[in-house]
């Protein structure tokens, strides 16, 4: 099992910047992908960020430019850096660890980022 916990969203203006963070513990030798994925009010949970085991990060194309995935596998966490957000970046941000070995994802409780203009 894998466990992970989200921090750092909050309640920001429009063109201002946040950190996600995102601390696994448990079994994280199963992990492989990471990334955030979120969720705003009426759509579905979309992806919004990856970065694999080796590092090779993939961005939704309406935050790319803006938002940068990084990972310490060091300190077992994962990293969203959001600058100039938008009203549209409104959403709960989830954590996500996936594990090749049995294929399960893993997800955190999500951390809620609110912009407002």
């Known amino acids: 099992q894998v466990q992970l916990v989200e921090s750092g969203g909050g309640l920001v203006r429009t063109g201002e910047s946040l950190r996600l963070s995102c601390a696994a513990s448990?079994?994280?030798?199963?992990?492989?992908?990471m990334g955030w994925y979120r969720q705003a009010p009426g759509k579905q949970r979309e992806l919004v960020a990856t970065?694999?085991?080796?590092?090779?990060?993939n961005y939704e194309p309406s935050v790319e430019g803006r938002f940068t995935i990084s990972r310490d596998n060091a300190k077992k966490t994962v990293y969203l850096q959001m600058i100039s957000l938008k009203s549209e970046d409104t959403a709960v941000y989830y954590c996500?660890?996936?594990?090749?070995?049995?294929?399960?994802?893993?997800w955190g409780k999500g951390t809620l980022v609110t912009v407002s203009s």
């Open positions: 996500n660890a996936h594990s090749l070995a049995d294929g399960v994802d893993y």
């Open positions: 448990g079994s994280i030798a199963l992990i492989s992908a």
């Open positions: 970065v694999t085991d080796a590092g090779s990060t």
